[in-house]
């Protein structure tokens, strides 16, 4: 799958193409407006990744540029500028979603997956590993082909961490999922032990591997060998 | 009070107080000069008299009853001088009191002292008096009012180009950067003072301007390093072979970065807050925005086992700006959450009196976070910091 990641930032874009290429995301790096522009107009992409302040550009209008191409690429702005404003600027233009600067790479990860899922018509609305099938539609979770009863934030965190399965997930990164993106809410991490762990008993309970895995304190790890 | 009220003002008191001093003195003034024509004219006809008197034989004075009949009064001492006086004789025929001016002098004739009056009737003179006097006050009254009159409408006019200032002033918002237009004027005061206001403006729209980039530079340019930061720390958690030392190390720098990463876009919101980004208002149900946020954070609670009860006496509602206000109870609420013990329970109160106070309730203990409206709407309404703490 080919994502297209515009970002004039050398580093930042260099962090997205290796953290999704582990994902088997194939990235292509646009620096400026012109390249992106032509990039965009020349291939098809399963997702591009729009930095709208570029130096010579602004990126909304490669936006826009594409919409009025009817191109069905899904599209997620990245911006610094975290204002309501643009968010609805973007989205009426036909975004797809919408993530400010700074991220979390797992959650650009989440986010382009989500993307990519949504824009699979028809298609498969599950993510399986082995005996563990989520079923996104229903935010339903099986486990060799019965349900376990998880919460919503159960869900929204197994989901995560299989999203980015086989990369450490910081606790940060969860917390600040978990919480909707809502930041400076927690003063210790106690909430997310206590949802790893009634998710690994439910898991496990059902019959399931135990997949999750704690990282030197670091983060979690859905840990699963293909 | 008003400028145009206040110079008026002295000018009135200025004119009371010279009505009130220049009638009696003017009344007086006429009256001086008038007694003195009539003196005068007195003086006159005895002179006259006396000179026929004395053309009369001196047998005559001897005749007690010709001198009654002459209206000459036998005297002790010969009189020198001459003696004015102001009498009032009751007039049968008008059936009023008229006032006289009397000239009392004396003589010898044949060889025996006199004494003799010569009155004036003086109805004539005080009326005259009377009659300017009241036709000054008149003329004073009008002159004060015409001149206060003119003074107010040229006032009035003169103002203008001021007031139409202060209401350009008023309507001007240094948001919707543009500047107003300030009336034209020939008046080199109001003139200046235009020209001064525009400068200002200018500079204020500038500074502004300046100040609205540099916000949104600052998060570009903070935003940016710190992805880049957050990005290689999550990249380097994916390394292998790591430690248990190293993966310390990389924990202890994925919440530096974290930490920075929230202080600066509190940073962000207090610098647009500061800078007045947020100036639209609306009327915006302080219930619902608390039941908004008590559902977003309900999970939150639910993992303290807090329960959540609602006392709502009326219902409260305030003009701010919406995502400020959803910042601030927020803030509340997850202030609340966090420093209620686990199993406590969170009151929200709204009271009569219009304040909006969260309460937490320990099993015996009663603390009290009070989150006061009043305070809350002039912190949201001057768009100051947002209750962090």
């Given at each position: 799958m080919k994502i297209l990641i515009i970002e004039d930032e050398k580093e930042l874009g260099r962090n997205m193409s290796e953290y999704l290429a582990a994902e088997n995301f194939t990235c292509e790096i646009a620096p400026d407006f012109a390249t992106a522009l032509a990039k965009s107009d020349a291939f098809d992409y399963d997702c591009v990744l729009l930095d709208i302040s570029l130096p010579d550009g602004n990126g909304l209008n490669i936006l826009k540029e594409m919409k009025a191409n009817n191109r069905s690429d899904g599209i997620i702005i990245i911006s610094a500028r975290n204002s309501i404003d643009d968010r609805i600027t973007g989205?009426?233009?036909?975004?797809?979603?919408?993530?400010?600067?700074?991220?979390?790479?797992s959650e650009l990860g989440a986010r382009v997956a989500a993307i990519i899922r949504r824009r699979r018509f028809g298609g498969n609305k599950t993510i399986s590993v082995n005996e563990l099938e989520i079923n996104t539609e229903a935010k339903t979770v099986l486990v060799n082909n019965a349900f376990v009863d998880i919460t919503r934030k159960e869900y929204d965190l197994l989901l995560?961490?299989?999203i980015n399965k086989n990369r450490v997930i910081s606790k940060n990164a969860i917390a600040e999922h978990l919480s909707g993106g809502e930041e400076g809410l927690f003063d210790n991490f106690d909430f997310i032990y206590t949802h790893i762990k009634n998710l690994k008993r439910k898991l496990t309970g059902a019959g399931c591997e135990d997949y999750i895995r704690s990282v030197y304190g670091m983060g979690y790890k859905f840990d699963v060998k293909s | 009070m008003k400028l145009l009220n206040r110079s008026i003002q002295s000018y009135i008191i200025y004119s009371v107080i010279i009505i009130l001093v220049a009638v009696p003195v003017f009344y007086f003034v006429i009256q001086a000069i008038v007694h003195e024509e009539i003196d005068e004219g007195l003086v006159a006809q005895k002179e006259e008299l006396l000179q026929?008197?004395?053309?009369?034989?001196?047998?005559?004075?001897?005749?007690?009853?010709?001198?009654?009949?002459l209206g000459l009064t036998p005297a002790a001492q010969p009189a020198e001088k001459n003696r004015f006086l102001n009498t009032t004789t009751f007039d049968n025929i008008s059936g009023e009191h008229i006032p006289y001016r009397v000239i009392e002098f004396g003589m010898v004739l044949g060889g025996k002292p006199f004494?003799?009056?010569l009155k004036r009737s003086m109805v004539d003179n005080e009326d005259l008096i009377q009659s300017i006097v009241a036709v000054m006050v008149v003329l004073m009254i009008l002159m004060v009012a015409g001149f206060l009159i003119i003074n107010r409408v040229i006032s009035r006019k003169i103002w203008k180009p001021f007031y139409s200032t202060v209401h350009t002033l008023n309507e001007y918002d240094l948001e919707k950067n543009e500047t107003p237009f300030l009336e034209k004027t020939n008046i080199a005061e109001f003139s200046n003072l235009n020209k001064t206001i525009s400068a200002l403006i200018k500079r204020n729209n500038a500074v502004f301007q300046s100040q609205?980039?540099?916000?949104?530079?600052?998060?570009?340019?903070?935003?940016?390093p710190l992805a880049i930061l957050q990005g290689k720390i999550e990249l380097?958690?994916?390394?292998?072979?790591?430690?248990?030392?190293?993966?310390?190390?990389?924990?202890?720098?994925?919440?530096?970065?974290q930490r920075m990463n929230r202080l600066n876009s509190s940073l962000l919101l207090l610098t647009k807050i500061e800078n007045n980004q947020f100036i639209e208002r609306e009327n915006i149900s302080v219930d619902e925005t608390v039941d908004k946020m008590i559902t977003q954070y309900a999970?939150?609670?639910e993992q303290k086992n807090l329960l959540f009860e609602k006392h709502a006496l009326?219902?409260?509602?305030?003009?701010?700006?919406?995502?400020?206000?959803?910042?601030l109870i927020s803030n509340l609420i997850t202030n609340a959450i966090r420093h209620t013990p686990d199993s406590g329970t969170l009151v929200t109160e709204a009271t009569a009196s219009g304040e909006l106070i969260i309460k937490i309730q320990r099993s015996m203990v009663r603390s009290i976070i009070p989150g006061y409206l009043n305070v809350l709407k002039k912190k949201v309404q001057t768009a100051a910091v947002p209750v962090l703490g």
């Open positions: 989205l009426n233009l036909g975004a797809d979603d919408y993530l400010p600067k700074p991220f979390h790479l995560y961490l299989l | 026929r008197l004395q053309k009369l034989p001196d047998s005559m004075f001897r005749n007690e009853s010709m001198v009654q009949a004494s003799y009056q609205k980039e540099f916000t949104e530079n600052a998060a570009h340019e903070m935003q940016t380097l958690m994916q390394t292998e072979p790591l430690n248990t030392d190293q993966a310390r190390l990389i924990s202890d720098l994925a919440n530096a970065s999970w939150m609670a009326q219902k409260l509602s305030i003009d701010a700006n919406r995502p400020l206000l959803e910042i």
